[in-house]
């Protein structure tokens, strides 16, 4: 995601509602982006008034102070903001992103329990020394998953739930295991049985929307069509949406997203700004940290702000 603002003077007002420091777009480039390469940085997306921003605001201050300066936490007020909040794409709030060397590297919106916080300060470097067990299993099981050993990663996957039953990132893997092993059906089972705390962390989001994607692609047949058809007419809007979503069913992201991209270049507003909307649906299938998801919305930014 590329962030396009002025730099200025470091903020260091309290946020209302907790005793974090409060940025603004005239110094987000010195308070996040570039403080970001020293330590992780948390932002607050919040609105005053609002009960569930206070508690998140309290709850993320405990935890950052807690890793004794690993990740350091901001407020951003949305009402004094709000060009920034544009610019983010914030659809609710509170609205958290972490920022690590300059970039947006996690996130999520909405109040979580404590522990699906936990995960997420951990996984950003707030690990405590009891953390570490889990941490270095979950990071086992991403290799092995990365390997294609799919049923060594979900054995550990199912070691950690029974630990602990609400990891989220165990949760995530298990799905992405399972999808990765071609047991859809029972993705979607494991699915529909998510308590909605966890069912609406980006982890959880991002295996369903990546199967209604999937099922989505299924229905339009091979790209062969649709290549056809946009080499005819480079307008055809629908037919190179249609092939998007068909390199997309076939595991070719890069081909997907290029595709999208290119219906915006040459009109961002086809289709009720459908193309722009399916890229926001990729970016959760393939997750918010994917080097994919980042180069795309650099890229997308470009157009957008051209």
Known sequence: MEILFNKGTAGGKPAAGGSIPETSAATFVVDVIEASSQAPVIVVFWVAGDPHC????????KLVKDSK????????????????ATQMRLQSVPTVYAFKDGRP?????????ESQLRTFVTALGGATAEDNGIED?????KEFMEQ????????IYQEILAQEPTNVAAIGGTLRALMQAGEVEQAKEVLATLPPDI????????????IELAEQA????????FRRAVAVNADDHQSRFDLAMAYFAAGEREAAVDELLEIIRRDRTWNDDGAR??????????GPIDPLTIATRKRLSSLLFA
């Open 54 to 61: 206070t508690t998140l605001i309290g709850q993320l201050d």
């Open 69 to 84: 300066g690993a990740l350091r936490l901001v407020g951003v007020n949305i009402d004094k903001n709000q060009q920034l």
């Open 105 to 113: 590297v996690d996130g999520f919106a909405g109040v979580l329990p």
């Open 137 to 141: 299993a979950l990071a086992q099981a």
């Open 148 to 155: 294609g050993d799919v049923a060594t990663a979900l054995e």
């Open 199 to 210: 069912a609406k962390h980006a982890d959880v989001v991002a295996v369903r929307t990546a």
């Open 218 to 225: 299924a229905k339009l047949g091979p790209a062969a069509e």
């Open 277 to 286: 909307k399916q890229l926001v649906k990729l970016f959760e299938a393939f």
